[in-house]
């Protein structure tokens, strides 16, 4: 071999171990963020119990953590755009550590939702992971790293429930779940410091940062989100009022970006042929996600003798037994959706995964009479969440100018949040309106238009994809 070939097979082969770092660190990132998500939620009625406080305020631990995803999710988006993935990933694990450490040690409410509020910014990380690899990678390891990261955040998600169930079972502290998100928000915050590279400056660098329009878009955002987590217990007029008030709100804030020379969001990237059909099955997909979690979760513990279905086990019974081979099932797919994506194109996977998706439900609304029934159809939904999942930041990285990867993803971010709360207030409501005679348990017929409703939306979603590559071909 000449000395000019060694020296270009030694910067391949320096990348190619830089860009395996790189993924690797922000895929643990990733798993920390599904867990921070997920871990909180089987352990509400602990932290009632143990803080002495009702189920309509221990709710905000999950309400303030959604709204401060939402609201930070495209603003960091921006500034990674602006000055880097590097800088903006630190100090978002450095807010995550500090919220992890204020949930531990808080002693009341209002300080553990000050904690839960700090936490949430841990939702941007995936947006900015994206536009990091986007940096430093080919097409084809572009692909697989984007699959793998999506798919271990859309099935971390059974990991924290399983974590949470085994650090509270037996009457344990509710805390030891938050002194497990912060040893893995550390850890996170070290590994990235050590593996992720500066990206260079970008073209967006010294733009001015559109301040008026992150309040505009804070503002209506919690509005319209707060009417639908809350809106069961405001009832229908004020919550109709934050719903009218917040899309207003929005209005104005697109007719803001329109005018603005350094937008938060280009508008191109939140609405055109380009973009929106990812964000439309962002959306379904989100609430076809949040439907399988909580119907799968929920059903598998309620007692057969009590309401005719079920098989009675407990939190970490349904964690380990039901939600964990979905969680695994999902981070195989991830690692095989990359290439299917490479290969096939982004639009085409996500048709397919969705079909997927469809045949699970399909599974859940005509046999769940054994348990499984139940674990074969959780595996296969969460095969298509993960590679849903996969292929939509593809879809936006071949639209968008590189410039914009970190916010438009941190949009469709937001409407994956969007999604998942749109599913999460429909199926609460529809559970606790349909019930079996004489008891509050949710009759079998309410989780099988639940699993109806998850179908439709897996559905919905096969038939954007199938027009996104028409309509991709509109690059912004």
Known sequence: MTADARTDVRPAAAARVRGGRVVAAL????????????????????MARQ?????????????????????????????????????????????VVIGSVLCVLAPSLPLLIAGRVLQGTAFALFPVGVAVVRAI???????????LMSGIMAAGGGVGMVAAGVLVAGGGEYRRVFWMLLALSLIALVVTWLAIPGTGRSELDGGRFD????????????AVLLAIAEGDRWGIAPALLSAVGGLGCLLGWYRHEKQCATPLVPPPSLIGWAVTPAHVAAVLVGAAMYVQFLGIAQFVQVDADLGGYGF???VLEAS??????????????????????????????????????????????????????????????????????AALP??????????????????????????????????????AATTVPGTDVASESAYVLAFWIGAAAAAGAGVVGMSTHRMSKNKI
């Open 394 to 431: 593809s879809l936006l990285v071949g639209a968008v100018p590189a410039a914009d990867t970190a916010v438009v993803n941190g949009v469709n971010a937001i409407a994956r949040i969007f999604g998942s709360s749109l599913a999460s207030a429909t199926i609460a409501s529809l559970l």
């Open 137 to 147: 990678l080919d097409e084809r390891r572009l692909a697989h790293a984007i699959g």
């Open 312 to 314: 009675g086990v407990t």
């Open 51 to 95: 803080l002495d406080i009702g189920p309509t305020a221990v709710g905000w631990v999950l309400t303030a953590n959604l709204l401060a995803a939402a609201v930070t999710t495209p603003v960091l988006g921006r500034l990674a755009d602006q000055r880097g993935g590097r800088p903006v990933l630190i100090g978002t694990l450095v807010v």
């Open 27 to 46: 895929c643990f990132s990733m798993m920390t963020l599904a867990i921070l998500q997920a871990a909180v939620v089987p352990v509400i009625p602990t």
């Open 211 to 222: 301040a008026m329009g992150a309040v505009l878009l804070a503002v209506g955002l919690c």
């Open 320 to 389: 380990l037994l039901f939600l964990l081979p979905g969680s695994v099932a999902g981070v195989l797919s991830a690692a095989v959706s990359g290439r299917l994506i490479h290969r096939f194109r982004a639009d085409r996977v996500l048709t397919a995964m969705c079909a997927v998706g469809v045949a699970g439900f399909g599974v859940l609304i005509v046999a769940h009479d054994k348990p499984w029934q139940m674990v074969v159809a959780a595996v296969v939904v969460n095969v298509f969440v993960s590679g849903a999942y």
